[in-house]
């Protein structure tokens, strides 16, 4: 059981440029997450998909775009980077029913710069 | 304004040393409460869930416990692997967790 894996580790862009961070999961879960982590704020959520097929925005989405690609798979899309964007960006996945709140268990995370 | 506090921001302890962290939350409709470890350079892992008041759980040396306005995660003589920063998360409303800053917690051999 790998979990949740993320690619790539790292990665520095341009600004201007474009990429797309993968995140894939094998619990068989619902819901996933993109997250992103900076220095005294905390873990920020940015699109969430509850299940498949939808995608909602989060605390601080815009710059960004997701895709769930099956039950597996959730990518996040940068589509012209800015340096505001250097961050470290996490996935995350958890069970979900109507209803009730489950644990979010966490990849090694994407470490991304912007210059 | 949902909001999650932990407290303090960083402490510094001596092997054997017990000790609590804090983490307060202004509710709304509280559903759930989660602390997580996370060590430098990963993802934080994933160590317990509270979801009313008065429940309390337990693993090896650590104990999370839940009030109507705040949770604490108490260390019985902490190890030196104990160290990391521990993130508290909360769910107000529906299935999004709001995460506090975190405290990091080291433990001096």
Same mark, same amino acid.
């Given at each position: 059981?790998? #979990?949740?894996?993320?690619?790539?580790?790292?990665?520095?862009?341009?600004? #201007?440029?474009?990429?797309?961070?993968? $995140?894939?999961? %094998?619990?068989?879960?619902?819901?996933?997450?993109?997250?992103?982590? %900076?220095?005294?704020?905390?873990?920020?959520?940015?699109?969430?998909?509850?299940?498949?097929?939808?995608? %909602?925005?989060?605390?601080?989405?815009?710059?960004?775009?997701?895709?769930?690609?099956?039950?597996?798979? =959730?990518?996040?899309?940068?589509?012209?980077?800015?340096?505001?964007?250097?961050?470290?960006? =996490? $996935?995350?996945?958890?069970? =979900?029913?109507? #209803?009730?709140?489950?644990?979010?268990? =966490? #990849?090694?995370?994407?470490?991304?710069?912007?210059? | &304004?949902?909001?999650?506090?932990? /407290?303090? &921001?960083?402490?510094? +302890?001596? @092997?054997?040393?017990?000790?609590?962290?804090?983490? /307060?939350?202004?509710?709304?409709?509280?559903?759930?409460?989660?602390?997580?470890?996370?060590?430098?350079?990963?993802?934080?892992?994933?160590?317990?869930?509270?979801?009313? *008041?008065? !429940? @309390?759980? !337990?693993? @090896?040396? +650590?104990? *999370?416990?839940?009030?109507?306005? &705040? /949770?604490?995660?108490?260390?019985? *003589?902490?190890?030196? &692997?104990?160290?990391?920063?521990?993130?508290?998360?909360?769910?107000?409303?529906?299935?999004?967790?709001?995460?506090?800053?975190?405290?990091? +917690?080291?433990?001096?051999?």
């Amino acid at each position: 059981n790998a #979990g949740v894996t993320q690619t790539p580790k790292f990665q520095v862009l341009k600004t #201007g440029q474009s990429m797309t961070l993968q $995140c894939a999961q %094998d619990m068989n879960h619902n819901s996933m997450y993109w997250y992103r982590q %900076d220095p005294g704020m905390g873990l920020r959520l940015i699109y969430y998909s509850a299940s498949e097929g939808t995608t %909602d925005k989060g605390e601080v989405p815009n710059g960004y775009n997701v895709s769930r690609l099956n039950k597996r798979e =959730f990518s996040l899309r940068l589509e012209s980077a800015a340096p505001s964007q250097t961050s470290v960006y =996490f $996935c995350a996945s958890s069970e =979900f029913w109507t #209803g009730l709140i489950y644990e979010q268990y =966490f #990849g090694p995370g994407t470490r991304l710069t912007v210059t | &304004e949902d909001q999650v506090t932990q /407290s303090p &921001e960083a402490l510094r +302890l001596q @092997e054997g040393e017990s000790s609590s962290l804090n983490c /307060s939350y202004t509710v709304s409709g509280l559903r759930g409460l989660f602390w997580y470890r996370q060590d430098p350079g990963k993802g934080p892992e994933f160590l317990f869930t509270l979801y009313s *008041a008065g !429940e @309390e759980k !337990e693993k @090896e040396r +650590l104990k *999370a416990t839940l009030t109507k306005k &705040e /949770s604490f995660l108490h260390i019985t *003589a902490p190890k030196p &692997e104990d160290s990391a920063t521990y993130l508290c998360a909360v769910a107000f409303g529906n299935e999004k967790l709001t995460f506090g800053t975190g405290t990091r +917690l080291t433990i001096i051999p």
